[in-house]
């Protein structure tokens, strides 16, 4: 038995919840995975896990052995992190979990990376609210603003640009907001990110306004955000990455240029682990880069 194998399907099967989470999650069969926990606790000559026909849980015996379980899979990474500069190769698979308009900016440049390093494999999880990086066995994930949880390491990489747009047509029928004030008077549609889809926030560079608004629309996906404002809908402050072409083109309009809104931070939060997975932090450094490349996206002192 390969003992570094079997602890790693362990703690996959204890991070998801159940056999066939890990099996998917490890692209194996579920009786494959099975194998590999009951020889594990052979091994070990005791039981780790409680099974039912609707539930998993971890006996004493169980919980005792997951900081040390976590020891040894570190230990084997940071070898194979080694082995891996050596050789120059990257490999593996790593689930990141991104906000929609981040995800779709990442998705579009990710066969850089992949093609760079063949043996990388990278899971995209669309997500609006924080996710519980340890439960879901998420490798990284990207947020938008403050990062509260101290238990994660966080790593600011840049700063959001969005603009507060609308469509020619819903314009002929109204008058464009001049400032702040007059925003809540019109058709407002709202992405709703973390719950937060009722207040906006503007600022000028010297004065910083947070204005409530009553949405005609809200929805949690900004695309389905945007599709709305194309249709002349009413308006919404959306990311340029999905308004920038759209403002080029004269598809929208980006309303009140002098009161834009507010910037906010792009962090990666990871769980605190001493030594980060070679095919992570490959990741890591390549958000890193592209979000660096975008000057839209540079911080807020650079503007």
């Not at 009140?256 to 906010?264: A, K, T």
């Not at 682990?273 to 975008?294: S, Y």
């Amino acid at each position: 038995m390969d003992i570094v194998c079997a602890l790693q399907t362990f703690m996959r099967v204890v991070e998801t919840g159940s056999f066939s989470a890990a099996a998917i999650d490890l692209r194996l069969t579920q009786p494959a995975v099975s194998r590999q926990v009951s020889a594990l606790e052979a091994h070990l000559n005791t039981r780790l896990l409680h099974r039912t026909t609707t539930a998993l849980a971890l006996t004493a015996e169980g919980e005792q052995i997951i900081p040390m379980a976590l020891k040894v899979i570190e230990a084997v990474e940071a070898l194979s992190e080694t082995i891996c500069q050596d050789g120059g190769r990257v490999a593996g698979k790593v689930r990141l979990a991104l906000p929609t308009p981040l995800g779709l900016y990442v998705s579009d440049r990710l066969g850089m990376l992949l093609e760079r390093h063949r043996g990388l494999s990278v899971d995209l999880l669309f997500r609006e609210e924080p996710s519980d990086l340890v439960e879901e066995g998420i490798d990284l994930e990207v947020r938008l603003g403050t990062v509260a949880d101290c238990s994660l390491m966080c790593r600011r990489i840049g700063w959001t640009t969005a603009f507060l747009v609308a469509a020619p047509s819903y314009l002929r029928e109204r008058i464009a907001p001049k400032t702040p004030d007059d925003v809540s008077a019109h058709d407002c549609i709202s992405y709703s990110r973390a719950g937060n889809g009722r207040a906006w926030s503007f600022s000028n560079g010297a004065e910083d306004v947070s204005v409530r608004i009553a949405p005609r629309l809200i929805a949690s996906n900004a695309v389905a955000v945007h599709r709305a404002v194309l249709a002349g809908n009413g308006i919404a402050v959306l990311s340029h990455i999905l308004v920038g072409s759209d403002i080029e083109n004269g598809r929208l309009v980006n309303v009140m240029p002098d009161f834009p809104p507010s910037r906010v931070a792009i962090s990666v939060v990871y769980p605190s682990r001493r030594n980060l997975p070679l095919r992570i932090r490959t990741v890591l450094d390549f958000l890193i880069e592209i979000v660096g490349k975008d000057p839209l996206m540079a911080p807020a002192s650079s503007h």
